[in-house]
Structure formats: C-alpha cells, structure tokens
C-alpha cells in the first residue's frame, strides 16, 4: 500500500506523477495548506516540518520530495529513472535535484509574500523585486542546461523532469516563460507525457492561484 499526503499543484505532484510513470497506484490523502492539518501533531509525526509530499510505503514514511523520488527510483531500477553512482549523468542529475529546490524555494518566497500574507501591505515590492529576479535567472540557467536535450538528461526522462518540471508549472505565475522557448517547447514535452497526464487528472483543483500572472508591485 503507498499514501500519498498530497496537497493539489504543490511539490506532492512530483511524486504522484513518478508513481504514474513508474505504473504504481496510490492511495491519496488530501490536505489543504490553509486549514491547519499540516500541523496537527498527528501529520508532524509523518513529516517534521508539516510539509507535503510525505509517502507511507510498506510501513516506513518518508518526507522531502527528493528523498522520496530517489527512494523510488531505487525500489525499482529496471525504470531507470535516475542514475546510478558512478553512471556519467550522476553528478548532473544530484544537481538537478537540488536546483529544483532552489528554484522552488523561491517560489514559495512568492507565494508567501503574494498569495499567503493576510495584509498584503506587509509585502515587500523590494524583496519581491529580487526574489522574482532570481527565479529569472534559475530559468535562464535551466535553459541552457537543457540545451537541445529533450529532457534534462541526455539519456531520456528522468526523476530529475519530474522534480524540475513541477517548478515550470508554477514559476509562470511570477516569470514569464516566452522569453525561454527551450523551456517551453520542454514543458509541452512534459505535458504530453501518459505519466503526467494520468497524475494531472488525480491532482485537483489548485487553490492558491487566483489571477494568471502576478506582476512585481511598484516599489
Ligand atoms: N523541500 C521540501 C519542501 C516541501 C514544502 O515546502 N511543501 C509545501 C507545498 S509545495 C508545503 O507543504 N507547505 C506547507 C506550509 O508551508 O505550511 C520538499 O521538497 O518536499
């Protein structure tokens, strides 16, 4: 049996969208970022920090998306979904999935200071000025990391598109993406994929989002 503590277009989507491609079925638990169940002693037990993803697989829990991609990717190799030590895409690919975090920590930096704050007055244009700039620079690095691969790796679909390719679904709310076509060509790639489409259609309706694009308030 694997749970999957899951809260609608957040990190958790990465996983559910490993599990579609990996072909493993999960039982999802749904929780909402704003009601308080992430903190309920009951969940922090699952997940210190009362974060989603958590994952229950046979009997163990385990927090951090990364963590728990890689831990699949693990359980079954004949995947390949991630390489292995001492493979040549190693190193790119442990790098990929501590860039996702980098690029999606800011994310978070907006959607707390946009979506999150009860006053929004409390929020600074300053620091949305450069968070929002960083973001765009991750982009521009990913970009040319991507290069005119199909996917991050040169070798093919990875876990390393399933931890990055969440982030392009929701950076485009604070970063315009036309000004990267390789990404964009890269996210339809990812868009098409059964995995993805199979996990998008269990993920329900986000509820943060309420306009399409967040622009840099005037400072
Ligand atoms: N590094 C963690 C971050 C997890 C995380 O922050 N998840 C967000 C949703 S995307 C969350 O649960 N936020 C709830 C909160 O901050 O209260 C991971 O990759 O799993």
Redesign the pocket.
Known sequence: MIRLHH?PA???F?ILWLLEELGLDCELVH?S?RDGS??DPAYLAK?P?????ALEIDGEVI??????LQTLCERHPQAGLAPVPGAPERVRYLELMGFA?TM??LI?NL?MQHLFLRDPAQASPVVLKLITARLAATLGALEGMLGDHDYLLASGFSAADAMMGFNLFVAPYYVKLDPFPGLLAYRTRLEARPGFIAARARDGEQTFYTQDFYPVPEA
Do not use: D, K, Y
């Open positions: 809260v957040s990190r958790s990465r929780h970022i992430l903190r997940s920090a009362g974060r989603v993803p927090f951090e998306s990364a963590a728990i975090e999606a920590s978070e959607n």
